[in-house]
Structures are given as C-alpha cells and as structure tokens.
C-alpha cells in the first residue's frame, strides 16, 4: 500500500499564497498519478491538479489555472501544491491523492480513479 501525509495547510489573507506538501511512503514504485482535490463544506469533492509520478505531464482546473502549480521531487517522494493569489473561494480542505499503476484510470481529473488518499490539510482564505 500507499501512505501519504499532507502538510502547509493554514490561514492566509485573500491574495497570499501557501505551499501544501504530500509525502508519499509504502510501495512508491507503483505511483502512476499523484493528484490534489479539494473539499468544501457542502459541496463535492473537486479536483485541482495532477501530475504524472515519472514527470512530464500536468494538468489544471480552470479555477487553479495559472495561479497553482504541482511539481514533484521523486527522490523525496513527495508532491507539492504552490499556491498563489488565493480567493476566498479556494477555502476547502485539500487531499493528496495517488494512482496505483494498473488500476482504473481515465485521465485524472476524477477522484475516483485514484487508489490511496492523505487526511487533508485545511486552507482558509480571508477576505
């Protein structure tokens, strides 16, 4: 199995950034896909971003587009969220999420086709 701890959530005035951090422990070696959701009271679970374990593919949601960015550093095992020029609207408790190798996937951009989840980090954005 896969486990992942998230860390950076906190409070930031509207227009301030965070850096989230998911490090990823077990068998790593059958990552495909590590991806970011969010949750907000009331509402269902969305996605973020995602990126490719190995690298060379990434992929936003609109709302993100632009102002978050997912990067990687394999050697630590880790997968970070940059976030930047926050709204008050980005105030949800994010998830790391990964794809085990093998398992069903379709392109990403559904919690669903993701095998192993962190705990969430909580990110409030003040007005």
């Known amino acids: 199995q896969v486990q992942l701890v998230e860390s950076g959530g906190g409070l930031v005035q509207a227009g301030g950034s965070l850096r989230l951090s998911c490090a990823a422990s077990?068998?790593?070696?059958?990552?495909?896909?590590m991806g970011w959701f969010r949750q907000a009271p009331g509402k269902e679970r969305e996605f973020v971003a995602a990126?490719?374990?190995?690298?060379?593919?990434?992929a936003y949601a609109d709302s993100v587009k632009g102002r978050f960015t997912i990067s990687r550093d394999n050697g630590k095992n880790t997968v970070s969220l940059q976030m930047n020029s926050l709204k008050p609207e980005d105030t949800a408790v994010y998830f790391c999420?990964?794809?085990?190798?093998?398992?069903?996937?379709?392109?990403?951009?559904?919690?669903?086709?993701?095998?192993?989840w962190g705990q969430g980090t909580q990110v409030t954005v003040s007005s």
């Open positions: 999420a990964a794809d085990a190798k093998g398992t069903y996937f379709s392109g990403g951009y559904k919690a669903n086709e993701y095998d192993y």
């Open positions: 077990g068998r790593t070696f059958s990552i495909y896909v």
């Open positions: 990126s490719r374990w190995s690298g060379g593919s990434t």
